[in-house]
């Protein structure tokens, strides 16, 4: 099993930064892909960044330039830096693991991110 710990989300103007973390434990050996999601109210869950195994990332479009994800395998943790929020971007964030290319995704539980304008 894995579990996954989110932190950093909060309450921000419209501009601001904000950094969520993401740590992972269990029964890991390696952990191949790690990522984030997010949820609006009244939305599906949208992907907006992935970390691969291999090292490269990849961002939705509505993100590209504001958010930077990164990754310490040392500790198992995916970190996703936020700037320039905008209120579009309230919403519920969820880190994800996966422990091979086509394993199932591990969830967190969940990090509140909200931007008022």
């Known amino acids: 099993q894995v579990q996954l710990v989110e932190s950093g989300g909060g309450l921000v103007q419209a501009g601001g930064s904000l950094r969520l973390s993401c740590a992972a434990s269990?029964?890991?050996?390696?952990?191949?892909?790690m990522g984030w999601y997010r949820q609006a109210p009244g939305k599906q869950r949208e992907l907006v960044a992935t970390?691969?195994?291999?090292?490269?990332?990849s961002y939705t479009d509505s993100v590209k330039g504001r958010f930077t994800i990164s990754r310490d395998n040392a500790k198992n943790t995916v970190y996703l830096q936020m700037n320039s929020l905008k209120p579009d971007d309230t919403a519920v964030y969820y880190c994800?693991?996966?422990?091979?290319?086509?394993?199932?995704?591990?969830w967190g539980q969940g990090t509140q991110v909200t931007v008022s304008s």
């Open positions: 269990g029964s890991i050996f390696s952990i191949n892909a």
């Open positions: 970390h691969t195994g291999g090292g490269s990332t």
């Open positions: 994800y693991a996966r422990l091979t290319p086509w394993g199932r995704r591990y």
